[in-house]
């Protein structure tokens, strides 16, 4: 076969990029790839790594992948990172990958990455489907089912969610969506705006861009109800508190899509490219979190390498008005307090929490916490001595950091550390609800199965951990993300089965929000990652 050099590129995989994202290089000191092996590495760095170090491999989250970087490490220390991980938040591949691919990608990140193409407000629109017309949606639930009790869970390598009946621990349904689904959104509470029915319909964003709209009335053959592609790799996706529209933020292309919510019909497209914090222009500034304001008809939305927040006013589409915050970066993931009223961000790469102000649209505090804090949704609870506060887990480190966050009852420790308790590895995901007693926390970035394959359980009133629960001990297998039931007296937790993630070998624990023993098993799951619970998410409940 002949061998011809090619160059990266961070997007392509899976979505369909034009072969132009080929290049031949011509360095002598590059590694050499056969056509299949560059296609086979580009579907795994899409898949695998540009999530954390960018479509032209800058950086952010992850280390920057460039060549001018990559090269000094060499062949062999590149395959030992892949292999191991690090304890800086990198995850081991070695239970996933085999030894041929990370050798793969180990010559694969040395390449240069070309630029991949944009996305058109007419692309998008030719990819745009509707399976049940709005007119033909039903007026009443059709299963007969606890609907505000269901749980939406992200099954991530094949590219579906599941719909579980919390009432009955039952499968309702396997949804066909986009590809790694990372976030479902649905109306959520807003102090200005009704919606009927809140929760009904929910907005799934897929990593490969792909949109999809989701009716929990329907009978699960038809909860599908509408598709549309906005971008070739996406993350997040929020709805108008007035359910009016949707909106989906793009890594690739940079830039954010309006749509009609009942439709899913595309209806603008804003650049995300700017100057960042620093004064310099970015190309590729990705949109991370976005989310509804419960206290205005707006939407915050993180310009992640930007360091920005844009607040933007959804009151007039053609005259849009956007207010543009600057933070810090990389601007990640986030929640509300428990008024509605305060943003808390993470910014990854300055190793703080940024607070906005979404009624002065204005930064209201920026705090320093440690190694790349990484809430997800995030948590907020009573603290007996600091009141309320809000906390986050790091990719970076082992910690969960807790500060202030009520600044009109308790302005003495609003926006300050309040306490820190060390964990046994760093985490992605933090939950708690108002009933519960405990505050969960997981450490699926640690590289060894042990902490990676636990959850630690911190009691609210003591601030220490009370348990260690170790879900699985299967080679290749991970514990991740917490999630309440609607009533806060169960804790669901994902086994991820990396390792065979296209298998129905996944499985969702649920444990006794107060005696903190096993209470029951979901089994027959592609990759479990993310939960949702219709009725605390609606409400903001954490």
């Known amino acids: 076969m002949k061998k011809t050099n090619f160059s990266l590129s961070a997007l392509g995989m899976a979505v369909g990029l034009a072969a132009s994202g080929v290049a031949v290089n011509v360095s002598a000191a590059a590694p050499t790839l056969s056509e299949a092996q560059f296609e086979q590495a580009k579907t795994i760095y899409f898949q695998r790594c540009a999530g954390c170090h960018g479509t032209l491999r800058k950086g952010a989250t992850g280390k920057n992948l460039e060549p001018k970087n990559t090269k000094k490490l060499g062949q062999e220390r590149l395959e030992k990172i892949i292999t191991y991980g690090t304890e800086g938040g990198m995850n081991n591949f070695d239970d996933i990958l085999s030894k041929d691919e990370i050798k793969l990608m180990a010559s694969y990140i040395q390449l240069e990455p070309p630029v991949p193409p944009e996305m ?10 509707v399976y049940v017309e709005p007119k033909d949606y039903p007026t009443k639930p059709l299963h007969g089912r606890n609907w505000e009790n269901f749980f939406l869970v992200i099954e991530r390598d094949v590219g579906k969610i599941a719909v579980i009946d919390g009432d009955k621990k039952e499968v309702v ?29 929910w907005y799934v964003m897929g990593r490969d861009g792909m949109m999809t709209k989701v009716d929990l ?25 007035d359910g009016k529209y949707v909106i989906g933020g793009g890594y690739w292309p940079p830039h954010f899509v309006i749509l009609d919510a009942k439709t899913m019909e595309p209806l603008k497209v ?4 700017g100057v960042n914090v620093d004064g310099e222009y970015v190309n590729e500034s990705r949109v991370a979190a976005v989310y509804d304001t419960p206290m205005a008809p707006s939407w915050l939305v993180s310009m992640k390498e930007l360091g920005q927040m844009w607040q933007v006013d959804y009151t007039d589409l053609d005259n849009l008005k956007i ?23 993470a910014a990854n790469a300055s190793n703080k929490m940024v607070v906005v102000d979404t009624k002065t649209q204005k930064l209201e505090a920026m705090i320093d916490v ?39 009852g308790h302005p003495d420790q609003a926006w300050k550390v309040c306490y820190e308790v060390e964990t046994d590895g760093a985490g992605v995901f933090i939950r708690t609800h108002p009933k519960s007693d405990y505050v969960w926390a997981d450490q699926t970035k640690h590289p060894e199965p042990e902490v990676q394959q636990s959850i630690q359980v911190i009691s609210k009133k003591t601030h220490e951990i009370v348990k260690t629960i170790r879900l699985t001990e299967k080679k290749g297998y991970a514990a991740v993300h917490i999630e309440f039931n609607n009533d806060g007296s169960e804790v669901w937790t994902s086994v991820w089965n990396r390792a065979d993630s296209k298998k129905a070998n996944g499985e969702i624990i649920i444990f006794d929000a107060k005696t903190l023993e096993e209470k029951a098993r979901i089994k027959g799951l592609f990759a479990p990652t993310g939960k949702f619970n219709v009725h605390n998410r609606v409400n903001h409940v954490t």
Not at 224 to 239: F, I, L, S
Not at 270 to 273: G, I, P, T, Y
Not at 390 to 408: E, I, Q, S
Request: glycine share 10%; with cysteine; hydrophobic share 35%.
């Open 173 to 201: 349904a396997h949804i066909p969506t986009g590809y790694a689904v990372h976030v479902l959104k649905a109306v959520e509470h807003h102090e200005g705006m009704h919606v009927d029915n809140p929760g009904r319909f």
């Open 370 to 408: 440690d190694k790349k804090p990484h809430p997800g949704p995030g948590a907020n609870w009573v603290d007996p001595k600091c009141g309320p506060v809000g906390g986050t887990t790091h990719l970076g480190v082992g910690k969960v950091t807790v500060w202030g966050n009520d600044p009109a």
């Open 120 to 129: 058109s407000l007419a692309l998008m629109k030719e990819r745009h489907k």
């Open 217 to 241: 009335w329907q009978t699960p053959e038809k909860m599908k109800v509408a598709q549309t592609q906005v971008a070739y790799d996406a993350r997040d996706v929020a709805v108008s508190g």
């Open 323 to 345: 207010t543009k915050i600057d933070t810090a970066k990389y601007l990640h993931d986030g929640f509300y307090d428990p008024s509605g009223r305060y943003f808390q961000i």
């Open 270 to 273: 804003v650049s995300a490219r």
